[in-house]
């Protein structure tokens, strides 16, 4: 992506500095496949306690998790960590990261988990397209121009 101007609010950096983390992924991971518990996230993940902790934290803090109490019979209030609709938007992120893993990374025995539609069956697969429908191939085919957010001033 080379472009002839420099955004000083990257939105990738921002994004990164919130979610650019391994423990952080693999919370989102969880969270996505329906786990909401603390003790379930920390025994899928292998994540230390403190480490955890602090992620989920900083994902409620960035509003991509919301806490909702629970309480098993006899026992003190805990929380559950749901996914809200800013969290639930990272989702093609996690995805695209995934698909990329499977096609460079994963053994001769192939991908680990695969993504199947709920109603008919069929394997997930990520398009890329512009508003107008067209598929895009890759980055060859994507001018950067700059948004509104970028802080250019006019002449």
């Not at 080379?2 to 500095?17: A, G, K, M, Y």
């Not at 994902?59 to 003190?76: A, H, I, S």
């Amino acid at each position: 992506m080379n472009v002839s101007f420099r955004v000083n609010n990257c939105s990738i950096e921002r994004t990164l500095d919130i979610v650019g983390e391994k423990w952080t992924f693999l919370v989102l991971r969880e969270a996505f496949t329906g786990v909401r518990r603390f003790a379930d996230m920390q025994a899928i993940t292998g994540a230390p306690r403190q480490v955890l902790s602090a992620r989920l934290a900083r994902l409620v803090d960035e509003g991509l998790l919301r806490k909702e109490p629970y309480r098993e019979p006899g026992q003190r209030q805990r929380d559950e960590y749901r996914l809200t609709e800013k969290g639930r938007d990272l989702y093609p992120l996690l995805v695209a990261l995934m698909h990329w893993g499977d096609k460079y990374l994963a053994g001769d025995e192939g991908a680990p988990v695969l993504l199947t539609h709920r109603d008919c069956g069929a394997l997930i697969e990520q398009r890329f397209r512009c508003a107008e429908g067209h598929e895009v191939s890759g980055p060859r085919e994507v001018t950067p121009v700059p948004g509104e957010g970028a802080g250019l001033k006019s002449a």
